[in-house]
């Protein structure tokens, strides 16, 4: 997704949780300060099945969804619980919030990892950052790109994995591991998976083939306009 598709969108976000713009912005320069340009080519999914993972506790009952992809993309805890299990993680998709540790280990063996910098999580960002491969670490951000930091859409982890394999050239994206109506999940977290879905069905729309994740849903959401 082009930042000029993609930024009405940030803006309503911005508006429903009340952030600022700023804060992005400066936390995407000081991302943009220490990453290194990605080779994107390393997560070519051009042609191919590519899961996408969330954390929901329906994980570990999908495992053979993401053990017969041909790419599995995952959100941060995800990649723990599905590393795990013995299930091959090919990009982590994380801001830092939960297992920064997994991060490091992940970007000092040579794993992808995509890290994505906004106005929460400076401090992490600052505490993480100098002990990461950046080799190995592809940045993004919610606002404008710069420099190697890019926006390919999304807001949640899970979410902008689904985008950024999209953007990779994925023929096909298996959801698992989504559970849009976990009671665990309240407050801003729950408004967040609101929007997760709203992404997921803008996505879908933009790919002209349905996710199973929405089957039963669609006629609930409250459409993104393109």
Request: include cysteine; glycine fraction near 8%; charge should be negative.
């Amino acid at each position: 997704m082009e930042f000029a598709e993609w930024e009405p969108i940030y803006e309503s976000i911005l508006a429903d949780f009340g952030y600022g713009r700023a804060g992005d912005e400066a936390a995407r320069d000081e991302l943009a300060a220490v990453a290194e340009p990605f080779d994107e080519s390393r997560l070519d999914c051009a042609g191919q099945t590519v899961a996408v993972a969330g954390a929901g506790p329906s994980l570990e009952s999908e495992l053979d969804r993401a053990r017969s992809a041909d790419l599995v993309f995952a959100a941060s805890t995800a990649t723990d619980r599905l590393t795990a299990a013995g299930v091959e993680v090919d990009a982590m998709v994380t801001d830092l919030d939960k297992n920064p540790e997994t991060v490091v280990a992940r970007t000092t063996r040579g794993a992808p990892t995509v890290v994505h910098a906004h106005g929460d999580n400076r401090d992490l960002l600052a505490e993480y950052l100098p002990r990461i491969d950046t080799e190995h670490l592809l940045g993004t951000t919610q606002a404008a790109p710069a420099g190697p930091v890019v926006d390919y859409g999304g807001f949640t982890d899970g979410d902008r994995a689904a985008f950024l394999a999209d953007e990779l050239g994925a023929a096909r994206l298996r959801f698992l591991g989504w559970d849009f109506d976990d009671p665990s999940v309240t407050g801003p977290k729950a408004r967040k998976l609101w929007w997760a879905e709203r992404l997921l069905e803008l996505l879908e729309r933009r790919r002209g083939r349905q996710f199973a994740v929405l089957d039963g849903r669609r006629g609930e959401i409250e459409r993104i306009d393109r």
